[in-house]
């Protein structure tokens, strides 16, 4: 007898409040609202998942990639890895007296924002390189679990894990219910997002791809292996090196994508262009008294070309103020 998907299951078992597999299931997706985004993706994971239907995908070949920062957490009002660092000057400058004078640490210690994006992305780069590099992964690891454990959002006065979006948390669950493997595909530190994903995504350490420096084996005078991370970037996982990192630690395409920024267009456009049914999807932040509301001219997750590419070529917009019943996690609560 043919396995059927969950979705046939709750259909034959009159589950069903739509007159379709997959598009108005009451109890999946409790977090959205119902509409074109919700529709969209059951009726995906229903016509993907139906073995002897027109679209079906093997089970090797499910595979759902997501971006991290805007797409799965809030990333305003900076990175939260940018936030990281900057803490870590202030947590490393009793070792560094020369900070005091010399930029672009001058600027951080002073909480000088301004001052600081003046500087340009080069002076970002020297930061992230005084606080994540020279120690083994090992205690950047215990350092990145020891920040998360005690800092706060400036704004929501909550740890940064508590600011995940409930709705995409559900369609995590719900693709891996479907025999789906999830994936992030991150701009964002390999090492600074492995130590917690698995807790807060379900997704496991081997199943994130993001930017990455060098890291160098070392055997220390006890004669104890380490890997040392040195100041040295190896790749970047942001707009097209996207497609690259997923063909290089993958090595499948995915069939469904999800961004929410122009760092994602090149991910979506090389999901579009597989053969099969395919999903692209944009998380379009329109809730600036929940959570934030940018898109054109934010500095920080641009929402520009991706957005226009999107509405010519016809993909999933996920609009935050009107598709999300809720946004986090503790207003369920």
């Known amino acids: 007898m043919k396995r ?3 979705l046939t299951v709750m259909a034959a078992a009159g589950f069903m409040t739509g007159t379709r597999a997959g598009l108005a299931q009451a109890d999946l997706l409790p977090s959205w609202n119902d509409g074109p985004a919700r529709h969209a993706l059951l009726d995906f994971i229903a ?11 093997p089970v ?9 920062d805007g797409t799965l957490w809030t990333e305003q009002p900076v990175y939260f890895q940018v936030a990281f660092a900057l803490d870590r000057v202030k947590a490393l400058a009793s070792r560094h007296p020369e900070w005091r004078t010399q930029e672009p640490f001058r600027s951080v210690l002073a909480d000088d924002r301004a001052a600081l994006a003046a500087l340009g992305v080069n002076a970002m780069i020297e930061v992230i390189a005084a606080t994540h590099t020279g120690m083994t992964t090992e205690d950047f690891t215990r350092t990145v679990v020891e920040w998360l454990a005690t800092a706060r959002h400036p704004r929501f006065k909550r740890p940064y894990t508590d600011l995940v979006y409930q709705p995409m948390l559900e369609l995590l669950a ?7 493997k999830t994936f992030i595909v991150s701009g964002g530190g390999l090492e600074f997002m492995r130590p917690w994903t698995e807790r807060v995504y379900g997704i496991p350490p081997e199943q994130v791809v993001g930017s990455s420096g060098v890291t160098k084996f070392e055997l220390r ?15 970047i996982d942001d707009g097209p090196g996207k497609p690259v990192g997923i063909d290089r630690f993958i090595g499948r ?13 090149q991910m979506l456009e090389w999901t579009a262009a597989g053969s099969g049914a395919r999903f ?4 379009h932040h329109t809730d600036g008294v929940r959570e934030y509301a940018y898109d054109r001219p934010s500095p920080v997750g641009q929402l520009d070309k991706a957005w226009d590419e999107a509405l010519r070529r016809g993909w999933t917009i996920v609009d935050m103020k ?12």
Request: with cysteine; hydrophobic share 40%.
């Open 280 to 283: 692209m999807g944009l998380v």
């Open 174 to 180: 719900l693709l891996r219910a479907h025999q789906f």
């Open 47 to 57: 016509r993907t998942t139906t073995v002897g239907g027109r679209d079906w995908i």
């Open 4 to 6: 059927r998907t969950l």
């Open 322 to 333: 009107n598709d999300w019943k809720v946004i986090y996690p503790f207003e369920l609560k």
């Open 221 to 235: 005078p006890d004669g104890t292996p380490v890997l040392m991370k040195e100041a040295k970037v190896e790749f």
């Open 60 to 68: 090797p070949e499910r595979i759902a990639c997501f971006d991290n």
């Open 253 to 265: 395409r995915p069939v469904l994508a999800f961004g929410n920024s122009d760092g994602d267009q």
